[in-house]
């Protein structure tokens, strides 16, 4: 199995930036696909960005094209959201995943973080 810890999150005013990272353990990180999703109060867990194992293809959902970046360092088996010019609709649970395979559908990842909360006042 592939146990994944998160941190990073934290209250922030608008405009401001936050690095997210994921630190994950017990198996081979390097061949997995790696996502962050997020889950905003009243609305359905969604796809924020992805990465795959190697780092060489990387996915963004419309609304953080620009803002958020996505990256890994293999060597310390852990994968990084970047997010700068923070919204408060980006105000969710923030979750780290790993699967077999790159993906921007929940089902497909088979590890999940414990989720680190990120709060963006006006």
């Known amino acids: 199995q592939v146990q994944l810890v998160e941190s990073g999150g934290g209250l922030v005013q608008a405009g401001g930036s936050l690095r997210l990272s994921c630190v994950a353990s017990?198996?081979?990180?390097?061949?997995?696909?790696m996502a962050w999703f997020r889950q905003a109060p009243g609305k359905e867990r969604e796809f924020v960005s992805a990465?795959?194992?190697?780092?060489?293809?990387?996915d963004y959902t419309d609304s953080v094209k620009g803002r958020f970046t996505i990256s890994r360092d293999n060597a310390k088996n852990t994968v990084y959201l970047q997010m700068n010019s923070l919204k408060p609709e980006d105000t969710a649970v923030y979750y780290c995943?790993?699967?077999?395979?790159?993906?921007?559908?929940?089902?497909?990842?088979?590890?999940w973080g414990q989720g680190t909360q990120v709060t963006v006042s006006s």
């Open positions: 995943a790993a699967g077999g395979l790159m993906s921007r559908r929940k089902a497909l990842y088979a590890y």
């Open positions: 017990g198996r081979t990180v390097s061949s997995y696909a």
């Open positions: 990465i795959s194992g190697g780092g060489g293809i990387i």
